[in-house]
């Protein structure tokens, strides 16, 4: 038996406080928030089933009860009571939360007093410069402006993450962009919010990165769908600087991220939601991902948006499929208990507690 302790989330979002309906729980089951074509549900998904077997015990129900019951069970219970009991079960000691999504969720405070766990503040790099474009008159005062909202940021916050660096010209132009193209895109960042226009312009989305780099707080990088093997110019160019990147959601290029890990002494990789969103399978990818990296570089997180099921299912699957292929291998006799059970603890909060610097 491999005890997994208390986990570190290191990236998640707040969960909403309004009641839910069967369309907007089933829109954040799946990916991306979109939803199910006519006449399917995202409950038959590996995440919705998930949901159904880790979820209803907790409000009182049996596992695998049907959708409908399970969610008039929340709304009888109400969304604090039913967040409390969900959270307050998974498992989770410490919540790294990104702030930066629009919507009625819950910050870091409102959701570590519902967990009854921590949790410390994540900056979103895209919003802060939307933050800042909508103040400053100037280019000058723009950049200037947007350097001090970083440097101010990582006072307050354990790391920064960038949702849209690695599909801006990051991979192509890893370094630093030169001042006279940083000026020129300010002023059309500064002429698009004008025009009721988004600050997107991927010259000043490098300059940004470059910025938080220099703070020497982690950066996580979002690559989504994308390879991460597009990021290795990147990774050398910061190598050395006192900046650890975590490549973030990484499913299906895992196994790229893992190597990536090997190769680059400041680089890591995130374990989730590809776990949470492989379910039944999520040993199987587990395994390919421990296959390749060193098993300090790696970090469990629930990658969980909106619903606190997400939390439970993340730290559910994360446990029952580490304890399966770590199990399996001391059973093989191939590893010791004592460093099975030392790995588990650098996955599930170690690894985390050294790259954030946290208590």
């Known amino acids: 038996m491999i005890d997994i302790p208390s986990l570190v989330d290191q990236y998640c979002h707040g969960v909403l406080r309004t009641e ?96 009854a766990a921590t949790a410390h503040e994540i900056v979103r790099l895209e919003l802060l410069a939307e933050e800042v474009a909508a103040t400053s008159g100037t280019v000058d005062a723009f950049l200037a402006n947007l350097a001090e909202a970083v440097h101010g940021a990582a006072v307050r916050a354990v790391a920064f993450t960038s949702v849209t660096a690695a599909h801006s010209g990051l991979a192509a132009l890893p370094g630093p962009p030169d001042p006279a193209e940083v000026r020129r895109a300010a002023g059309r960042c500064l002429a698009a919010r004008r025009a009721g226009d988004r600050t997107a312009d991927p010259v000043l989305l490098r300059h940004l990165v470059w910025i938080a780099v220099t703070t020497g707080r982690p950066l996580q990088l979002h690559t989504g769908d994308r390879d991460p093997g597009s990021l290795a110019g990147f990774a050398a160019a910061t190598a050395g ?7 973030m959601h990484a499913y299906p290029h895992h196994r ?71 199990g399996e291998w001391v059973g093989d006799g191939a590893w010791s208990p004592a460093d099975a059970r030392r790995v588990a603890a650098m996955l599930a909060a170690e690894n985390a507690r050294r790259v954030y610097r946290l208590p």
Do not use: M, N
């Open 256 to 326: 790229t991220a893992a190597r990536l890990t090997g190769i680059h002494p400041h680089v890591h990789a995130d374990l989730g939601p590809a776990l949470a969103r492989t379910g039944a399978r999520a040993a199987a990818v587990l395994a390919e991902v421990l296959e390749l990296a060193p098993f300090g570089k790696l970090l469990f997180s629930s990658g969980a948006d909106g619903l606190p099921e997400l939390h439970v299912v993340a730290a559910h699957t994360f446990r029952s499929a580490l304890t399966r292929v770590l």
């Open 20 to 115: 839910l309906g069967l369309g907007t729980f089933e829109a954040r089951l799946g990916a991306g928030g979109s939803t199910p074509a006519p006449g399917t549900t995202f409950f038959d998904t590996q995440t919705g089933f998930a949901v159904r077997r880790w979820c209803p015990p907790l409000l009182g129900l049996e596992p695998h009860c049907p959708p409908a019951r399970y969610l008039a069970r929340r709304r009888e219970l109400g969304v604090g009571e039913t967040g409390r009991r969900l959270l307050r079960s998974s498992g989770i000691a410490t919540y790294l939360v990104d702030t930066g999504p629009p919507g009625d969720l819950t910050g870091p405070d409102e959701l570590a007093a519902t967990g």
């Open 241 to 247: 600087l006192g900046t650890d990147l975590v490549l």
